[in-house]
Nanobody
Framework: VQLQASGGGLVQAGGTLRLSCEES????????KAWFRQAPGMEREFVAG????????RYADSVKGRFTISRDNAANTVYLQMNSLKPEDTAVYYC?????????????????WGQGTQVTVSS
């Protein structure tokens, strides 16, 4: 399984971006999907996660009310809608997948990773 993240870019504070993560090869639509991010010199951190049917969604406190995760299993794609972006959201954003992550907030619980897409928010 390969995950291809896209949609990053440069945006001003208060702006919006929509990230996409598309599966290729053998697909696993019944996996938990998540977005993580990593800023320079920082550890990779959890941003948002969604269960395979989409009924459960979890968010980091820092993005609650601003970011929305969703998925389209027919299209093998998970999305991250990011509104009201702040300079502190600047990071490389990664999508990840796993069939049964014990703890969604831990990167090591996810087996499959995409290559990352850069998000830069200017003040």
């Amino acid at each position: 399984v390969q995950l291809q993240a896209s949609g990053g870019g440069l945006v001003q504070a208060g702006g919006t971006l929509r990230l996409s993560c598309e599966e290729s090869g053998r697909t696993y639509s019944n996996y938990v999907k998540a977005w993580f991010r990593q800023a320079p010199g920082m550890e990779r951190e959890f941003v948002a996660g969604i269960s395979w049917k989409g009924g459960t969604k979890r968010y980091a406190d820092s993005v609650k009310g601003r970011f929305t995760i969703s998925r389209d299993n027919a299209a093998n794609t998970v999305y991250l809608q990011m509104n009201s972006l702040k300079p502190e959201d600047t990071a490389v954003y990664y999508c990840a997948a796993d069939d049964q992550p014990a703890t969604w907030a831990r990167p090591r619980e996810f087996e499959i990773w995409g290559q990352g897409t850069q998000v830069t928010v200017s003040s």
